[in-house]
């Protein structure tokens, strides 16, 4: 069975720090991309950033200098650091995977992510 668990999040005032967590089990994590994603209700997903199998990084420029991902292929897990929050990081994060190889310009795609994790909730109080 494929899972995909996140885990972290709160709440926090502006300026503080959060660290949410995404553990999966069930595929081949190593070969996959993984991206966290975040969405206010109402609003589109936004891509906050994702790493790929060979570590290279994205990060949107409205969390760039602030967030840190990261991934430990032996215990299948990603890390989002957050530091610097602002009221505008409020949102439901969710980490996404996929199955295989993505390009980098599939990165962006929601559909191109396989598998999802339940989403955990981030607010950030001025």
């Known amino acids: 069975e494929v899972k995909l668990v996140n885990s972290g999040g709160g709440s926090v005032h502006a300026g503080g720090s959060l660290s949410l967590s995404c553990t999966a089990s069930?595929?081949?994590?190593?070969?996959?991309?993984i991206a966290w994603y975040r969405q206010v209700p109402g609003n589109k997903c936004e891509l906050v950033s994702t790493?790929?199998?060979?570590?290279?990084?994205f990060y949107a420029d409205s969390v760039k200098g602030r967030f840190t991902i990261s991934r430990d292929n032996k215990k299948n897990t990603v890390v989002l650091q957050m530091n610097s929050l602002k009221p505008e990081d409020t949102a439901v994060y969710y980490c996404?995977?996929?199955?295989?190889?993505?390009?980098?310009?599939?990165?962006?795609?929601?559909?191109?992510?396989?598998?999802w994790g339940q989403g955990t909730p981030v607010t950030v109080s001025s």
């Open positions: 996404a995977a996929s199955k295989n190889y993505l390009t980098p310009d599939n990165w962006f795609t929601v559909a191109a992510y396989d598998y």
């Open positions: 069930g595929f081949s994590f190593g070969d996959s991309v």
């Open positions: 790493i790929s199998s060979g570590g290279d990084e």
